[in-house]
């Protein structure tokens, strides 16, 4: 049973992640990109990583994708304009994919690369995958796994530093002026002389129409 569910779930997930990128409308790539998400979810459920699988569904469909859906949604895009430029731009893309093909095959075909059964965790039965997950991320890979937090911490730092820079066309703003900025910076109180009141009846009087 749980082979046959396998094959069912691989079988959609595969026609799934060839309609992301065969698909002319994007809003219908995304979708199917979702469907796939969710497809990778059951697999990860049928090998006993419930972990894995409940924040491919909360993080990637739940935030990220949606996040997707409602940009491509919102952009007004000329699509056909672009597909015109696709088939120009084909023999480099192609080239680019075969060089990251052998390089894959590779690292993958490597001694380095081959799984040491030696240390391996024997499956237990009475702790859950993500106790197992967080015992291994604190003890055997705490290292690797600061190191990831460092290299997104330094992502978002330059996320944040491309957009705050100066670019024609764009509104710059100083984080530092805005927190030293002062009353007297942003509001000016200006003195108008009062206007006499027998040349403001006389203008409302010269309003009137004559009967």
Do not use: C
Not at 102 to 123: C, G
Request: charged share 15%; proline share 3%.
């Amino acid at each position: 049973m749980t082979l046959a569910l396998f094959y069912i779930f691989a079988a959609v997930l595969i026609f799934a992640a060839f309609r992301v990128i065969t698909a002319k409308n994007p809003v219908h790539a995304v979708l199917y990109l979702v469907l796939s998400f969710f497809n990778s979810a059951v697999l990860w459920m049928l090998i006993k990583a419930e972990f894995l699988a409940v924040s491919l569904i909360v993080i990637y469909v739940g935030a990220v994708m949606v996040l997707f859906l409602f940009v491509v949604m919102m952009l007004d895009i000329n699509f056909e304009a672009l597909r015109k430029s696709f088939w120009k731009f084909l023999p480099v893309a192609g080239t680019v994919a075969i060089i990251m093909l052998i390089e894959m095959v590779l690292i993958l075909s490597h001694r380095a690369a081959q799984i040491d059964e030696s240390r391996l965790l024997e499956p237990s039965f009475n702790t859950a995958s993500a106790e197992t997950l967080g015992m291994l991320i604190y003890t055997q890979y705490f290292l690797p796994f600061q190191l990831s937090a460092v290299l997104l911490l330094v992502g978002m730092i330059a996320a944040i530093a491309l957009t705050l820079r100066k670019r024609k066309n764009t509104k710059y703003i100083n984080p530092g002026e805005q927190v030293r900025v002062k009353r007297d910076d942003r509001l000016r109180i200006v003195k108008m002389a009062s206007e006499p009141k027998d040349s403001a009846s006389d203008a409302q009087s010269t309003d009137q129409p004559a009967a």
